[in-house]
């Protein structure tokens, strides 16, 4: 049971790139999440989807663009990448809205 | 709003020493709370919640933390530190009934272990 993977582990873009951070979980969750961590100040919700078809801003949205593709999948595309996004984001999903959440690896992205 | 607050980013214990690490809350609904342990290049484990059932609750590895409603805190403790401890905890809240159910977190506290 992978629970939920991210792809890629690792990513160095330079400044105006774009890219799509993959997540899918096999837990038949409803509700998935991405966070992005930097020091100092935890986890920061970026944009969150509480069901299939739906998606809703966090707490950092600005930059970023999600797709609930279908139950299992939830992608985070950065159109024009920044030296600000430098950091690790981190997929999560949950059963329900508000249930513990389980997360993936995390990916550290670097943009130069 | 939700929001949480984790008292102290560094926590400086000695082996067998009692471990407490401190979380506030803030919320306008009945909360959920959650505390997430995070070793070294690696997501976030859970290691307890309150969901509105008992308010002291055990969690893995021996940590607790109980419910305070009157102070709005939700305390993480372990009676014996153990090396196997150092990491960074993560207190979080949730509400299903208000805001989708977003989960935040608390800006998380390092702890260290000393022999």
């Known amino acids: 049971n992978a629970g939920v993977t991210q792809t890629p582990k690792f990513q160095v873009l330079k400044t105006g790139q774009s890219m799509t951070l993959q997540c899918a979980q096999d837990?038949?969750?409803?509700?998935m999440y991405w966070y992005r961590q930097d020091p100092g100040m935890g986890l920061r919700l970026i944009y969150y989807?509480?069901?299939?078809?739906?998606?809703d801003k966090g707490e950092v949205p600005n930059g970023y663009n999600v797709s609930r593709l279908n139950k299992r999948e939830f992608s985070l595309r950065l159109e024009s990448a920044a030296p600000s996004q430098t950091s690790v984001y981190f997929c999560?999903?949950?059963?329900?809205?508000?249930?513990?959440?389980?997360f993936g690896q995390g990916t550290r992205l670097t943009v130069v | 709003a939700q929001s949480v607050t984790q008292l102290g980013s560094h926590v400086s214990v000695s082996e067998g020493a009692l471990v407490l690490l401190r979380c506030n809350y803030s919320?306008?609904?009945?909360?959920?709370l959650f505390w997430y342990v995070q070793y070294p290049n690696q997501g976030l484990q859970l290691l307890l919640k309150?969901?509105?059932?008992?308010?002291l609750v055990k969690g893995i590895n021996g940590f607790e933390a109980e419910f305070k409603k009157s102070e709005t805190s939700f305390h993480l403790t372990k009676p014996s530190a153990h090396m196997s401890d150092a990491a960074e905890y993560f207190c979080?809240?949730?509400?299903?009934?208000?805001?989708?159910?977003?989960?935040?977190f608390g800006q998380g506290t390092e702890l260290s272990v000393k022999p």
């Open positions: 999560a999903s949950s059963y329900d809205r508000g249930t513990e959440a389980f």
């Open positions: 837990m038949n969750h409803n509700s």
């Open positions: 989807s509480a069901s299939e078809g739906t998606t």
């Open positions: 919320s306008s609904v009945p909360p959920y």
């Open positions: 309150y969901t509105s059932a008992a308010t």
């Open positions: 979080a809240v949730s509400a299903i009934y208000n805001q989708g159910g977003k989960l935040i």
